[in-house]
């Protein structure tokens, strides 16, 4: 008689850890995307929609406008993607920081950072727009093509150039084409950021210069087009998924197969590679740090010179006696703490239960473990707009229910809730749960014992994963936040809309607080992670 599996759990446990998770996913992502797509696709609507100019105007705008920030992300990234990965010099480690500290910041303070470097004639439009996209997105470049350059074998760059090539030819003909599927990867990861740009473009875009993402918001909150706001959304699903597939067909057609080194062979610059990597880096890190700086330095400022003013008004709504501004910072910030604290406890608690399923489940997990991965591939926009229009009507009128903002933001944070622990759980020996089984331990015991410890550092590295994509969320938001009910990010673009530099001081110190929140997490986060990997911090893969 064959001794039952002591990994197997019971089929009552699993069916009740597989339950939650998957009630979550078809209650707030499937139902309400169906929705979408259901009253997208009626044939008045699109007739409609595809009949006005406007529509064309905006996805020409949201087309041109991703192509022409994603050339001068690359234009300015290779540059400091080259330094970093060939050369080893002073504050190396300090740059690197810096770009993915921007990189995680919201997009609303970065668009708040991209007002306070620019003069004001120049602080809304293209320009802005443009600027804004390439110091979010520089990070991405000097990561994503850096990390490949500074593993490309050295012996094929020396081989050629003692066949007599230049430097310019022997990176034209050797480095590029080696390059060029993480080029690839970059351009197309920055077009797609770019395309679906919707903080940025919310905080500077002017009239006529909208993404798809925002014009959705315009016509669903604004005009009250719900069916048009629901064919552009479709429209922009499908123009997604339309990238996503030419993206990986030009990476597949790029690839070229070699052997990279396993340990990154930089050297300290010399003779005239001083210069260019000076330049390079200096370029770099005005780019980034100028607009951090600026935010500060505005957020001091006053007609009557530097002030603590709007830092000490942060407390007080009242523009004079009995007239209120109408938002109220310190209880947007308080709001964003406690949006934060929920969503990190709803995302961690059903991270953690679907874990265990996906783990349980054998094949079948898979299929859970994709579906929990759909909200990744779809824009908080398109989540949040689904969520309005499904929990609009009794018996599931849930507009004005406290925990939907947390819910959606859980949603958004939930695949990378999933991804931190599933890859520790799958990589405990079965062996450990069999010896637990042998000493008289039962299924369910022997995986409390032997994999609930080893899942605690992934999800405490989770949970501030998910409070750090809570306290910026913008896009979902935006459609489930009720007047009065207003979020930091929410705050700081209606005080950035609003005239008078004393509230524009306002929204640069509330940013400066959302900024440095969002750095102090994902920093802690970073330096858990190295434990977790029980790597060398200097050697460990950072990512997004």
Excluded: C
């Excluded at 609303?108 to 600027?131: E, H, Q, T």
């Excluded at 050797?174 to 990867?185: H, N, W």
């Excluded at 400022?301 to 008004?313: E, I, K, M, P």
């Amino acid at each position: 008689m064959a001794r039952p599996d002591p990994n197997r759990l019971p089929r009552w446990f699993v069916a009740a850890v597989t339950l939650p998770p998957l009630l979550f996913l078809v209650l707030f992502y499937a139902w309400p995307f169906v929705t979408l797509m259901w009253r997208g696709l009626s044939a008045d609507a699109v007739s409609e929609t595809f009949g006005r100019d406007s529509t064309w105007e905006v996805l020409w705008f949201t087309t041109w406008q991703a192509v022409a920030s994603t050339l001068l992300t690359l234009a300015a990234g290779l540059g400091p993607a080259w330094a970093v990965s060939r050369f080893e010099f002073r504050g190396r480690r300090a740059l690197l920081g810096l770009l993915t500290a921007v990189f995680v910041l919201p997009t609303v303070v970065v668009g708040a950072a991209i007002i306070a470097v620019l003069p004001d004639s120049m602080d809304r439009g293209v320009w802005a727009i443009l600027g804004a996209h390439v110091v979010f997105n520089l990070a991405v470049v000097v990561r994503t093509v850096g990390a490949v350059w500074e593993r490309l074998p050295l012996g094929l760059e020396q081989a050629a150039a003692t066949l007599g090539a230049g430097p310019w030819r022997v990176f034209r003909t050797v480095t590029l084409p080696l390059l060029r599927p993480a080029i690839a990867s970059a351009t197309a990861i920055v077009f797609l950021f770019t395309f679906t740009s919707y903080g940025v473009i919310r905080v500077l875009g002017t009239t006529g210069r909208a993404t798809i993402e925002v014009e959705v918001w315009r016509r669903a909150t604004q005009l009250g087009d719900l069916g048009g706001a629901a064919v552009l959304a479709v429209l922009q699903l499908i123009v997604l998924a339309a990238l996503v597939v030419v993206s990986t067909s030009i990476q597949r057609r790029t690839a070229r197969t070699v052997d990279l080194v396993a340990t990154p062979q930089r050297r300290r610059p010399r003779g005239r590679e001083r210069w260019y990597v000076g330049l390079s880096v200096g370029l770099a890190t005005v780019l980034v740090a100028t607009p951090l700086l600026a935010l500060i330095e505005r957020s001091l400022w006053s007609r009557d010179g530097y002030t603590l003013r709007a830092w000490r008004n942060l407390g007080n709504d009242e523009i004079r006696p009995g007239l209120t501004l109408g938002i109220d910072p310190l209880g947007a910030l308080w709001r964003s703490v406690t949006t934060a604290m929920w969503a990190t406890i709803f995302s961690v608690l059903l991270g953690a239960i679907a874990i265990v399923a996906i783990s349980a489940l054998g094949r079948a997990g898979k299929l859970l473990d994709a579906g929990l991965m759909l909200p990744l591939g779809t824009s908080a926009v398109t989540i949040g707009f689904g969520m309005l229009i499904t929990f609009d009507s009794d018996p599931f009128d849930w507009r004005a229910s406290w925990w939907l903002v947390p819910i959606g933001h859980a949603l958004v944070a939930l695949p990378f809730v999933v991804r931190s622990g599933l890859g520790v759980v799958r990589a405990i020996d079965p062996d450990l749960r069999a010896a637990a089984a042998t000493l008289g331990a039962p299924p369910i015991r022997a995986w409390a014992t032997t994999t609930l410890p080893m899942m605690r550092r992934p999800l405490a590295i989770a949970a501030g994963l998910a409070a750090a994509i809570s306290l910026g969320e913008f896009g979902a938001t935006s459609f489930l936040s009720r007047t009065g009910s207003d979020t930091l990010p929410i705050a700081i673009e209606r005080l950035l809309g609003r005239t008078g530099g004393s509230f524009q001081a306002q929204a640069f110190a509330l940013s400066a607080i959302l900024a440095a929140a969002t750095i102090t997490i994902v920093v802690l986060v970073d330096l858990a992670g190295g434990d977790v990997s029980g790597t060398k911090r200097g050697d460990r893969a950072r990512r997004r």
